[in-house]
């Protein structure tokens, strides 16, 4: 068996905090919010993400200053690595 380098491998795991970090959770609670569902993190006395689940949820949406920060976050995920995110998507 050989050893697969980095471009064979099909999926990566990441963390939960560097997943938070891109500001895709919130883009993906707004739609999930829709059916009264949210990824739900559970952090430690720094901030860190140190659990997630699914859960329940009351709340539908959120403040459009949050909205504003993440899609900024957003905005820079796809800027620093548009090129990766096109490579992948164009590979046979």
């Not at 919130?26 to 859960?55: M, S």
């Not at 329940?56 to 990766?84: P, Q």
Request: glycine share 6%; charged share 30%; hydrophobic share 40%.
């Amino acid at each position: 068996m050989t050893a697969k380098t980095s471009d064979e491998i099909m999926v990566k795991e990441k963390s939960w905090q560097e997943f938070r970090n891109t500001g895709l959770v919130l883009f993906i609670n707004q739609i999930l919010h829709v059916f009264g569902w949210a990824l739900t993190f559970e952090t430690d006395e720094k901030g860190n993400a140190i659990r997630c689940y699914p859960g329940r949820v009351k709340f539908r949406g959120f403040s459009n200053d949050l909205v504003d920060i993440n899609y900024k976050k957003i905005a820079k995920y796809m800027h620093e690595n548009s090129k990766e995110l096109m490579k992948e998507a164009m590979e046979d």
